[in-house]
């Protein structure tokens, strides 16, 4: 079966005094992501891995987890999606085994040494070009959101169908200033970008 993996650490995680602060919105957004404590695990301190088997789901997934660690200050976040082939289901996640399982890994060490902070890797390496041009600029608002702006990203997932005004009753501030933050965040061509990314995921389908 195809799945999809997402390996990541945190960036900067020793600069916070109380780790349990991150640790807790991470555990948090993994399992937003995924209920089943099966799919995802913290290890080595600060990385984890989180299966996610709607692999139409996992540029929505990392950019999600992304805008959970940017609400807090001075954090960010290396992410790795593999895509590919489940061979083995472990007791958890990080003993399942399968191509995707090794893209992801081998993907974020890559991140580590090009100091970037998103890629995938597939089977199709057009496919992995054309993506990982396009997260490349995407990372460039990404990077640099602030946590109004992460938070903002974060409530859209969360809610896709409200409205700003909705969405500004949650955190206390009018429409106008929800806009604002949805501009700063770059949040209508991100989501662009998701649709084209599940319009490339499709073709690994097929």
Wanted: with cysteine; charged share 25%; net charge neutral.
């Amino acid at each position: 079966m195809t799945t999809s993996v997402i390996t990541g650490d945190i960036i900067k995680s020793r600069i916070q005094k109380d780790p349990q602060i991150w640790i807790t919105v991470l555990k948090q957004a993994l399992s937003n992501l995924e209920p089943n404590k099966d799919y995802w695990e913290l290890y080595r301190g600060d990385s984890f891995q989180i299966e996610i088997p709607n692999i139409r789901k996992s540029f929505e997934a990392a950019v999600y987890i992304k805008a959970c660690i940017k609400m807090i200050k001075g954090l960010d976040v290396r992410l790795a999606i593999g895509i590919g082939n489940k061979t083995y289901q472990g007791n958890d996640v990080t003993e399942s085994n399968g191509e995707a399982f090794l893209f992801s890994g081998e993907t974020l060490e890559t991140l580590k040494k090009e100091k970037q902070n998103l890629r995938i890797k597939t089977n199709y390496s057009q496919i992995d070009y054309e993506l990982n041009l396009y997260f490349k600029l995407a990372l460039i608002a990404m990077d640099n959101w602030t946590v109004n702006t992460a938070e903002i990203v974060k409530l859209n997932i969360d809610n896709p169908n409200a409205l700003q005004s909705e969405l500004g009753q949650l955190i206390g501030i009018n429409q106008n200033a929800v806009s604002m933050r949805q501009k700063r965040a770059y949040l209508d061509e991100i989501m662009e970008l998701e649709f084209l990314y599940r319009e490339k995921i499709d073709t690994l389908l097929k």
